[in-house]
């Protein structure tokens, strides 16, 4: 296979972002990002671990259905029933692909896997050609690759192209490379792997020391040609390659990284602020690329070397990444056609019945604020739209606080259609309604954060609160936003229940199970 300079972009937001802890998704949530992948322009969603629980399954499954030039791939461990379930899940993608992995490191093979090199090799080769016989778009990685002898990766990759695999991944699992040092090993796999033109060489980083960015430019500058990203970097522990921070370095030092890709970059900020909202983590405001201080400029000097030439502290555009300069773009006699407009550029297609309700919640908002501003326009479309099929919903809120009056609550929610309510006191107005909904929904989550922060400036802002549950050592991230904070915690709340409900019903396969093949 020619390693010529197009990049191939393998997105694992959906698998291994998801292993993010408390970044559980639904089903709904994972089709809309999926969807917006797909704009985007990755090559490859890995969509999810088919055999970790049922919810993944069916996740996959749905992915597999409805995308139609992205590739969609099931990763399974390196045995008969992970790849079988595998394959069931995306046999019926346009592109579906199987990506099996077994670890190759001696710690892993001694402690983790209690196995032998040589039965790795044999578990590796029985597991490609399995999934070969189903496709012939197989991927095999090497777990815990970056510390594993140099010599017998190259014995591993050269038996499993053998044996069908297309691609060969090489994995910094742990995040523990340091760029010389993973590019070299990247140029040693190539040039002792006698059979590697017949395969792209692939390489999956982890951010445990910071690093996943350099390693992953450094392995493509060594030669491989798949990068394995998240969006937002989110993943296990400190994350994975940010797939904005690895475009944008390409799209920005054309001259030092002379490669192409399918990404359509005006669309990273949009999914960016997506998958933030749909997962509760929120990205860091100093983060590269799609942090909120990314664009902006605070020293003087700096303000000023902009205003005479952005090109003076800007190397990027901020319109190349889809963020609009001008976000004050809606006000209360924008119609309806405006929002549509408006809510696609942003990248999201709404249904007919989706809009209305937008439209409807957008016309409230313009009532109470004057300017309606991007990040206010997620807000809507993230409670509107992605909400709408959960088991708890907020119907009414009434609540009288004061500092001379004691915090009581009325609250009116539905539990799968049927209305319920109640009024009580409270410690604080917060504090009332988090313990009516508690007694409503009959659930006994433990609140283990609560954040509030502005989406935008001024008084009139949406805000925007974070609220991490525990129940029963299932943690859910769930969030809400709306100009009145009492609201917004009450929306953060019943989002929360609504992820602690969906794990309980599909449960995942916990770690521990998952070691042994
Ligand atoms: O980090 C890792 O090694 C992985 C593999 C399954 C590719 O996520
Ligand atoms: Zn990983």
């Given at each position: 296979?020619?390693?010529d ?34 704009k ?28 139609t ?15 079988n379930r ?8 346009a ?59 190259c014995?591993?990759?050269e ?36 059979n ?28 491989a ?12 522990r ?8 690895v ?9 030092f ?6 990404i359509?970059?005006t669309?990273?900020?949009?999914i ?33 070397g902009?205003?005479?030439n ?24 924008s ?55 959960e088991?708890?919903a907020?119907?009414?809120l ?42 409503l929904?009959?659930?006994k989550?433990?609140?283990l ?27 859910a ?41």
């Amino acid at each position: 296979m020619t390693q010529d300079n197009q990049i191939i972009i393998f997105d694992t937001t959906l698998r291994d972002g998801e292993q993010s802890p408390g970044a559980s998704m639904n089903m709904a949530e994972k089709l809309r990002i999926a969807t917006q992948l797909e704009k985007l322009g990755v090559n490859v969603i890995e969509a999810g671990f088919p055999a970790a629980s049922e919810g993944d399954f069916e996740a996959v499954k749905a992915i597999s259905q409805v995308l139609t030039t992205t590739q969609v791939a099931a990763l399974c461990r390196a045995n008969a029933s992970d790849i079988n379930r595998g394959w069931e899940a995306v046999k019926n993608a346009a592109h579906p692909r199987i990506h099996t992995f077994i670890a190759t490191s001696e710690l892993h093979m001694k402690y983790k896997l209690q196995m032998d090199a040589n039965q790795v090799l044999e578990q590796a080769i029985g597991a490609v050609k399995l999934a070969a016989s189903y496709t012939d778009n197989v991927e095999f990685s090497a777990e815990d690759g970056s510390r594993s002898n140099p010599d017998f990766l190259c014995k591993i990759f050269e038996a499993v192209i053998d044996a069908g695999a297309k691609t060969i991944n090489l994995p910094d699992t742990v995040g523990y490379a340091i760029p010389e040092e993973f590019s070299e090993l990247v140029r040693y796999v190539m040039k002792n792997t006698p059979n590697i033109d017949k395969a792209i060489l692939s390489v999956h980083c982890h951010n445990d020391l910071g690093l996943a960015t350099s390693n992953t430019l450094s392995a493509v500058k060594a030669g491989a040609r798949q990068v394995e990203v998240t969006i937002n970097g989110i993943g296990e522990r400190a994350g994975n390659t940010s797939l904005e921070e690895v475009i944008m370095a390409m799209h920005t030092r054309p001259g030092f990284f002379p490669y192409t890709s399918s990404i359509d970059t005006t669309r990273i900020y949009p999914i960016s602020r997506l998958v933030s909202m749909i997962t509760g983590i929120l990205v860091q405001p100093n983060k590269a690329i799609v942090g909120a201080n990314a664009f902006a400029h605070e020293a003087g000097i700096h303000q000023d070397g902009v205003l005479k030439n952005p090109m003076t502290y800007e190397i990027m555009k901020p319109e190349t990444i889809g963020l609009s300069k001008n976000s004050m773009v809606l006000g209360k006699h924008s119609g309806r056609h405006a929002l549509n407009a408006h809510i696609q550029g942003m990248g999201y297609n709404l249904s007919k019945e989706e809009l209305d309700k937008v439209f409807k919640q957008f016309k409230n908002l313009a009532d109470k604020k004057k300017t309606i501003q991007d990040e206010d326009i997620e807000a809507l479309v993230n409670e509107g739209v992605l909400r709408s099929s959960e088991v708890f919903a907020l119907e009414y809120l009434h609540v009288v606080s004061g500092n001379k009056v004691f915090p009581t609550a009325s609250v009116h929610l539905t539990i799968n259609g049927k209305s319920v309510k109640k009024a009580s006191e409270g410690n604080g107005p917060i504090d009332a309604v988090f313990n009516i909904i508690a007694e409503l929904t009959g659930t006994k989550s433990e609140l283990l954060r609560f954040t509030v922060s502005a989406l935008t400036a001024g008084t009139d802002a949406l805000g925007e609160v974070t609220v991490r549950l525990k129940e029963n050592d299932v943690v859910a991230l769930g969030k809400g936003a709306d100009a009145d904070i009492i609201t917004a915690s009450a929306l953060a709340y019943i989002n929360g229940l609504n992820r602690l409900e969906y794990l309980k019903e599909h449960p995942a396969v916990k770690p521990e199970k998952l070691q042994h093949i």
